[in-house]
């Protein structure tokens, strides 16, 4: 028999979680409208109180919660209080959720282990494709010249930096990366980027700058040296890498990009959500 899932709230990736876990799961939705979620095979109700079977797992958005009583959903008519899913889950249900310290002591008090799947390592890698070919979106959007021939350095050389470097660099920009770890320089050097020491950085010398880099590295001091019709693109989670009072009053132009996986390519990053939570599931046996 198939084990109940139960996916509450979120914006337009969590419909295509759910509609990607109907292949293995008997799938219940809250949150949503039938506007959004046609499929027939989709149990949706407007509440959890809305005649909910029993469910073996409950997925939760991300952030699950912005204040710790209700549930993140923008596309639901009606409030979704975190308490009011404890009568819906069976005794050893799962409750995944994303940055979910807000709403972890709700369930985990009441007997539920809460996994934050924004932790795992499969949905971190996967995510850094949309996130990459969602800022080059916003470069052609954004920029008075095309990505070709463009000075474009990016800060940071994880996933994010990686994919993002070797996007620009096939696109023909002249690709520089900047990070602290030797080992990422000569990474991005086998790519064919130029790759210098984090406090090196000459940015005057960029039409883009791409920070990748969750802590405060886009100081007054960098963006003051820039060029005044310089782009930079923040894709770093909060808080952020860029000083954006200092960008303010010196007028930069800033754009902080996040979420955007959810926001360039939701069917993409729903599946992801979907086929990672099913591998978290996997490994704690708990298939149906």
């Given at each position: 028999?198939?084990?109940?899932?139960?996916?509450?709230?979120?914006?337009?990736?969590?419909?295509?979680?759910?509609?990607?876990?109907?292949?293995?799961?008997?799938?219940?939705?809250?949150?949503?409208?039938?506007?959004?979620?046609?499929?027939?095979?989709?149990?949706?109700?407007?509440?959890a109180a809305d005649g909910l079977p029993q469910c073996d797992v409950l997925i939760l958005p991300m952030p699950v919660s912005d204040d710790g009583v209700l549930v993140n959903a923008p596309f639901?008519?009606?409030?979704?209080?975190?308490?009011?899913?404890?009568?819906?889950?069976?005794?050893?249900?799962?409750?995944?959720?994303?940055?979910?310290d807000k709403a972890r002591d709700v369930f985990e008090e009441a007997g539920f282990p809460v996994i934050d799947y924004l932790r795992s390592e499969e949905l971190a890698a996967c995510n850094a494709i949309p996130t990459a070919e969602g800022a080059v979106q916003i470069m052609l959007e954004e920029m008075p010249r095309t990505i070709e021939g463009s000075s474009v350095l990016v800060l940071g050389f994880g996933r994010i930096g990686t994919r993002l470097a070797y996007i620009l660099s096939a696109l023909g920009a002249n690709v520089t990366v900047a990070a602290r770890q030797s080992a990422d320089r000569s990474r991005a050097q086998m790519l064919g980027c130029k790759a210098v020491d984090l406090p090196q950085i000459e940015p005057a010398a960029f039409d883009v700058l791409c920070n990748t880099v969750p802590a405060k590295v886009v100081t007054r001091e960098v963006l003051s040296a820039m060029q005044p019709d310089a782009l930079v693109l923040d894709l770093a989670s909060k808080p952020g890498g860029?000083?954006?009072?200092?960008?303010?009053?010196?007028?930069?132009?800033?754009?902080?990009?996040?979420?955007?996986?959810?926001?360039?390519?939701?069917?993409?990053?729903?599946?992801?959500?979907?086929?990672?939570?099913?591998?978290?599931?996997?490994?704690?046996?708990?298939?149906?």
């Open positions: 028999m198939k084990k109940t899932i139960l996916v509450a709230g979120g914006d337009l990736r969590y419909v295509y979680t759910a509609r990607a876990l109907t292949k293995a799961y008997q799938v219940c939705a809250v949150g949503f409208t039938r506007q959004f979620l046609p499929d027939a095979d989709i149990h949706l109700c407007d509440s639901s008519r009606q409030a979704l209080p975190l308490k009011s899913f404890l009568p819906c889950l069976k005794p050893d249900a799962l409750v995944f959720g994303g940055k979910c860029v000083d954006l009072d200092a960008a303010g009053s010196l007028n930069r132009r800033v754009i902080w990009a996040l979420s955007l996986p959810g926001k360039t390519a939701p069917v993409t990053a729903g599946e992801i959500i979907a086929r990672t939570i099913s591998h978290l599931i996997e490994e704690r046996g708990c298939t149906g």
